[in-house]
């Protein structure tokens, strides 16, 4: 497609539950990146995709969050046994490495109640 | 970690007025970005400078880098209120992984 594509655009979810975030990168780029942004806060690396290389996962803040990315393509963000505290936007950005910039999605908007 | 810090954290000027954004990092970069977010949701990319580079234009738009003072500037000249947004920069360097890694955003409101 023309651009990033995340699905879906918004989700609320009963505290426990596990959800899954989907993000459709634009096609050929090798970079993928996945972000959480809080209410009027700043964006924190979750995990980093580049190419057939192991993801950098460093930035996942527990082991209920997982994600992969099939067929160097699209992507998933799991995550299992969703708190109150996982609420926030989560945004998927890809790039074409040595390129200029990233392109963003326009993220999934995760309310769990 | 945090690597980039834009000061001021808020900024309200008037239409036609400049606006300059301020960014410091911590570690040595490749290069510094700079995106605009409206409404919360996805960022747009404004303009990458790399770190052999001190400044560079685009349109209404001027970047300067530093790398002895770690910091870099963003002026948007002639603002207008569609200028109205958020305002990160983020660094990309080898010493994070070649991550992509934000600062905490100046919010910038032009008024008409």
């Known amino acids: 497609g023309a651009g990033v594509s995340q699905s879906p655009s918004n989700k609320v979810t009963e505290k426990g539950k596990d959800v899954e975030l989907r993000c459709d990168p634009i096609s050929g780029h090798t970079a993928l990146y996945w972000y959480r942004q809080s209410l009027g806060q700043g964006l924190e690396f979750l995990i980093y995709f580049q190419g057939n290389s192991a993801p950098d996962k460093s930035g996942l803040p527990s082991d209920r969050f997982s994600a992969e990315r099939t067929g160097g393509s699209v992507s998933t963000l799991t995550i299992q046994r969703t708190q109150q505290e996982d609420s926030a936007v989560y945004l998927c950005?890809?790039?074409?490495?040595?390129?200029?910039?990233?392109?963003f999605g326009s993220g999934t908007r995760l309310t769990v109640v | 970690s945090q690597q980039g810090e834009e000061d001021p954290q808020a900024l309200s000027i008037q239409e036609g007025e400049n606006a300059t954004m301020n960014c410091s990092y911590k570690t040595s970069i490749n290069n510094l970005q700079w995106y605009r977010q409206n409404s919360g949701r996805g960022l747009v990319h404004l303009i990458l400078?790399?770190?052999?580079?001190r400044e560079k234009h685009s349109g209404r738009l001027r970047v300067t880098l530093d790398t002895s003072k770690k910091s870099s500037s963003l002026l948007i000249t002639a603002s207008r209120a569609a200028d109205t947004a958020s305002y990160f920069c983020a660094t990309e360097s080898y010493n994070q992984g070649g991550k992509l890694i934000f600062g905490q955003g100046t919010e910038l409101s032009v008024k008409p």
């Open positions: 950005a890809s790039s074409l490495a040595g390129v200029d910039g990233y392109t």
């Open positions: 400078i790399r770190s052999n580079e």
